[in-house]
């Protein structure tokens, strides 16, 4: 355990450090030349792989095959841990987005980087300033042909899935687009919630039948709401 321990904090911390700073530059430095925020999609992809390769985490994907790499989903996916995101960022082959709290975004350079990116302000709190982050991103969707990735818990879950907030299903039948549960397994172990050290391990991505929306109006959203909970609970089993 000590060696384990001895190995992150002299290895594994600082080389992660090191590659979030340099891949994070290079991706700022490169922004201005690209307003479609792809190319910082690309730079983000290969910081996690490198990340998830230096600290000794094997991620297995399984129904990846479910996914048009050119076309666009929400993701609906379970949250464990910090390391969810490298995880799905870095081996789904899709054009992904986030939603990111309000406040990061008047964070200099950071909140630069997340605007030229094309990431998405939500304002926890705020309904009305929430429904129209949305509406804002289902019109995204459908224009740019992007995929977006939420996490409808709200946050990460200490043990058991928390209730879904509707958001998810809402913005899937905004836009119009199927809706896919993703199945998270091994994030909390590589990554804690109460640790900032890296654990070697392996995760696993599974990925479910994704569920069409065409026809579905805002009323639906519960039912979709409840569908999706139900069948990421089972990709976790």
Sequence with gaps: MML???????????????????MGTLSLATSPFDSTGRLQHRLARVWARMLLAVSGVRVIVEGVEKLDPKGCYVLVANHMSYM?????????????????????FSIPFLGTHLRRAGHLPVARGDARASLKTLQEA?????????????????GRSLKDLREFK???????????????PVGLTGTRAVLPMDSVTIRPG????????????????????????RLLREQVIELMR
Aim: hydrophobic residues 50%.
């Design 4 to 22: 384990a321990s001895l190995r992150a904090l002299l290895l594994i911390d600082p080389a992660v450090i090191l590659l979030t700073i340099v």
């Design 84 to 104: 969810d995101i490298p995880a799905l960022l870095g081996y789904l082959p899709l054009e992904i987005r986030f939603f990111a709290k309000e406040n990061l």
């Design 138 to 154: 289902g019109r995204q969707i459908r224009s740019r042909g992007i995929t977006t990735l939420l996490f409808p818990e709200g």
């Design 202 to 225: 392996v995760v696993r991505v599974r990925i479910g039948d994704p569920i069409p929306t065409a026809g579905m109006k805002s009323q639906d959203r519960a039912g979709l709401n």
């Design 166 to 180: 509707e958001g998810a299903a809402h913005l899937a039948i905004k836009a119009g687009v199927p809706a896919v």
